[in-house]
């Protein structure tokens, strides 16, 4: 995210749909610099993306032609975990799709002046969040982790394992992590804190992420994380 420049891509197949949305953003953005680019496709929007990856938030709809917002979203986070995303829909039929790309929220069509400005400001609370990192010193080593690659935290005996796009052990409390850690992550018993952006979906005794790796869920907490999840759709 350039601190200056805020840089949204609005994708959908209705002209008119486009328009309002695009009217919306302009209006919420008149205090900040802001580049606006839309797209009448999934596929116009990812040739584009091709060549410039950097857009920092993205207004999709779901239901496009050959290739809906859904799949193109996937096809996104392969390589870009920082972009925000949101779903513009006339169904509500789609939220449990935003457990395998992260959504950030899903709108309902017609959009609502108010709901689209309150998500475009929690859009710039997390790509602000997202700068933070954290520094983790080893005897062997000294690594520089962003808090947004971050998956979950597993501790053992006197040690935390920071389990990101590498995995960095420490002799640190879980509690002094959780103190540290943002609204994206939840406490889960006693031995673990898992980002609630990486989860793919629920159990009643597990916790899957979106790169496999699987977390037992204490017993009586499932009503708890599902409720956490929901608050930040």
């Known amino acids: 995210m350039n601190s200056d420049l805020i840089k949204i891509g609005i994708c959908d197949d209705s002209k008119t749909d486009t328009d309002y949305i695009a009217s919306l953003v302009k209006k919420w953005a008149q205090y900040q610099e802001t580049e606006i680019e839309t797209?009448?496709?999934?596929?116009?929007?990812?040739?584009?993306?091709?060549?410039?990856?950097?857009?920092?938030?993205?207004?999709?709809d779901i239901e496009m032609g050959d290739m809906d917002g859904v799949t193109?979203?996937?096809?996104?986070r392969q390589n870009n975990e920082a972009v925000q995303i949101v779903f513009i829909t006339g169904y509500s039929d789609y939220i449990a799709d935003g457990y395998d790309v992260q959504a950030l929220h899903y709108l309902i069509k017609p959009v609502k002046e108010s709901q689209l400005f309150s998500v475009l400001d929690r859009a710039i609370m997390n790509l602000?969040?997202?700068?933070k990192e954290f520094l983790l010193k080893t005897p062997e080593e000294t690594v520089v982790m962003p808090i947004r690659e971050i998956r979950f935290l597993e501790v053992r005996s006197n040690y935390v394992t920071v389990h990101g796009k590498t995995d960095v052990t420490i002799k640190r409390t879980l509690g002094e992590f959780e103190k540290e850690l943002d609204d994206r992550f939840y406490r889960l018993g006693r031995s673990y804190i898992i980002n609630l952006s990486h989860i793919r979906k629920i159990t009643k005794t597990d916790v899957y992420l979106l790169d496999g790796s699987v977390i037992p869920l204490p017993r009586g907490q499932y009503d708890a994380l599902n409720q956490a999840i929901i608050a930040r759709m």
Do not use: G
């Open 128 to 131: 602000k969040k997202n700068e």
């Open 72 to 76: 193109m979203a996937k096809k996104i």
């Open 39 to 60: 797209f009448a496709s999934a596929e116009a929007f990812l040739f584009d993306y091709e060549d410039k990856k950097d857009y920092d938030i993205l207004l999709l």
